[in-house]
């Protein structure tokens, strides 16, 4: 269910993987997305175990509506229940300790980022789109605008495609190379590729962000994962990031600790 957790300084980020949940195949079992075809009483079983599993109380969770681009929303509170009401956007941001921001993916790089100093916490969804749109670069200003520094930011993204396996024409490789030259990649096999998370990590760099940790879990490659390239109807996964309300600003990092239902991956 919940494959990893971390604690750092007061910052607490969580991933899931696709066990756990009550979801039919080919949504089995954990998923966690809502619009994807899935029963939604299923779905919000899924969010509430979830959500438990990590000390959360499921109203304290931010959902997006995400559409591949790079709007930032500035949030103190969840968003009503009725889907209809939230606007589309693939960044959040909060100052609000304890309220957890959560990004859906299945191949996807969720992206979380955590100043517990400031007090603010911002969750972004970067796929190949939102890469090019600058989604990374619109967070990570939207959290500067709202007292965070990026040499105190800590940065997590979770599973997702990796650079070897996400595969794509030559001619799109190139779009997205002409934007951000880092995520240009090859895939094992020898073709033109992108490589996402390596973008993502170059654009937090150019911020000044430093701590940054990367999930070792390709999601086309992880049978425990979601992943849309794999098997196109699919469910999703969940990053989650929030402040701990407890802790004191400026509090020592702690020992980043597994969950006990963590598994290895390849």
């Known amino acids: 269910m919940i494959e990893q957790q971390q604690d750092v300084g007061g910052a607490h980020f969580a991933f899931t993987d696709r066990w756990g949940g009550v979801s039919a195949a080919p949504y089995d079992q954990l998923n966690l997305g809502g619009a994807v075809g899935d029963d939604p009483a299923a779905v919000r079983t899924n969010r509430e175990r979830a959500a438990r599993a990590q000390g959360l109380d499921p109203a304290d969770v931010?959902?997006?509506?995400?559409?591949?681009?790079?709007?930032?929303?500035?949030?103190?509170?969840?968003?009503?229940?009725?889907?209809?009401?939230?606007?589309?956007?693939?960044?959040?941001?909060?100052?609000?300790?304890?309220?957890?921001?959560?990004?859906?993916?299945?191949?996807?790089?969720?992206?979380?980022?955590?100043?517990?100093?400031?007090?603010?916490?911002?969750?972004?969804?970067?796929?190949?789109?939102?890469?090019?749109?600058?989604?990374?670069?619109?967070?990570?200003?939207?959290?500067?605008?709202?007292?965070?520094?990026?040499?105190?930011?800590?940065?997590?993204?979770?599973?997702?495609?990796?650079?070897?396996?996400?595969?794509?024409?030559?001619?799109?490789?190139?779009?997205?190379?002409?934007?951000?030259?880092e995520a240009r990649a090859t895939t094992r096999w020898g073709t033109p590729a992108v490589d996402v998370v390596a973008g993502v990590a170059a654009q937090l760099a150019h911020h000044g962000v430093r701590d940054i940790t990367h999930s070792a879990v390709c999601t086309l490659e992880s049978a425990d994962h979601f992943s849309y390239r794999r098997d196109r109807t699919t469910g999703r996964l969940a990053s989650y990031v929030r402040l701990d309300p407890a802790a004191a600003p400026g509090a020592a990092p702690r020992t980043d600790h597994p969950d006990s239902d963590r598994r290895d991956h390849p």
């Open 62 to 181: 931010v959902w997006m509506n995400q559409v591949h681009g790079r709007e930032v929303a500035l949030v103190d509170r969840p968003w009503p229940a009725d889907p209809d009401q939230v606007p589309p956007g693939d960044a959040v941001v909060t100052t609000r300790r304890g309220l957890a921001l959560a990004v859906l993916t299945a191949d996807c790089t969720p992206v979380l980022l955590a100043d517990p100093v400031a007090g603010v916490a911002g969750a972004a969804h970067a796929g190949r789109p939102g890469l090019v749109a600058g989604v990374v670069h619109a967070v990570v200003e939207a959290m500067v605008a709202a007292g965070a520094q990026p040499s105190r930011i800590l940065a997590r993204t979770g599973p997702a495609v990796c650079g070897g396996c996400y595969e794509v024409p030559a001619a799109m490789r190139d779009e997205v190379a002409a934007v951000v030259p």
